[in-house]
């Protein structure tokens, strides 16, 4: 049985409950963006029915040269974040890359995030459990999915059982990544609710994001549909409203005017899904 988990006014994933999603823009530009963004997606979640969390990165520390955009910072970013709460009503969601960061983080954010590459540091795990309200853990893309145990039991130990476990493609040779589908169902087994990551896994690495060769969004609606079919609870799919002039990722989000499309294709996938699963 996977665990159900309250979030704010939401409720995710139990036997019962639709599939919901964790979007918004890579990194905080500027308010405009993110409060404008957030107002689309909300709307398309209530049309749909459609369960919505919002994430964007206050900051983003593994950014592949000095110079590049790395975003707002703690206390403006986790600032502008509230405000995206109080306005819509929506649970946000934001990652943390030092134990510091923490304990500001965890009394904004209904959701702190471990990244990928932080997922196997022990102290940062046990601080996030501690204080953090709800965690959502992105797997390693260096780890087997069953290997995803090993952080579990970190925040369990911490005390924190409100758990997401995301998947995001694991290394495949040199810059790309693969995802392999049947890692929805072994993490499922440690109880928990498990999302994909649909728009990193399609990043190519080493190649500048604003390159348009730095990843392959074709692939995010193709790996959705697949994501959803083989028992995704949730999907992260980072979307902007101008994408190509995004300051981060811009190769790899999803354009903000094709969300609806992807998100009304999925929940007639995801019906059926639970329709034969029940």
Do not use: W
């Not at 306005?87 to 702190?112: C, N, Q, R, W």
Request: net charge positive; proline share 5%; charged share 25%.
């Amino acid at each position: 049985m996977i665990k159900e988990i309250k979030i704010h006014n939401l409720k995710i994933g139990g036997k019962r409950n639709p599939f919901f999603i964790i979007s918004g823009p890579c990194v905080i530009e500027n308010e405009k963006i993110v409060m404008k963004t957030a107002s689309a997606i909300k709307n398309i979640s209530i049309r749909l029915k459609i369960p919505f969390i919002f994430k964007s990165s206050y900051k983003k520390d593994n950014r592949g040269k000095v110079t590049s955009y790395q975003g707002p910072g703690l206390k403006r970013g986790l600032r502008i974040l509230e405000k995206v709460r109080d306005e819509f009503d929506i649970p946000i969601l934001s990652d943390v890359h030092s134990i510091e960061e923490v304990k500001p983080a965890s009394e904004v954010l209904d959701i702190v995030q471990i990244p990928a590459f932080l997922s196997q540091q022990t102290s940062l795990a046990i601080a996030v459990g501690k204080n953090a309200k709800v965690v959502n853990v992105k797997k390693g893309q260096f780890l087997a999915p069953e290997d995803i145990k090993n952080t579990v039991g970190k925040l369990e130990f911490a005390g924190n059982k409100n758990i997401i476990l995301t998947e995001r493609g694991t290394v495949f040779g040199y810059h790309r990544l693969v995802v392999d589908m049947r890692s929805f169902d072994i993490m499922h087994t440690l109880g928990y609710p498990v999302v994909f990551d649909v728009t990193h896994s399609i990043r190519i690495y080493g190649i500048p994001s604003k390159q348009s060769g730095g990843g392959e969004p074709q692939f995010i609606f193709s790996l959705a549909k697949a994501g959803i079919a083989a028992g995704a609870d949730g999907l992260f799919i980072e979307t902007h409203p101008e994408s190509k002039k995004a300051l981060c990722d811009a190769a790899s989000m999803l354009p903000l005017n094709k969300l609806g499309r992807l998100l009304a294709l999925l929940k007639d996938i995801h019906n059926v899904v639970r329709k034969h699963k029940n």
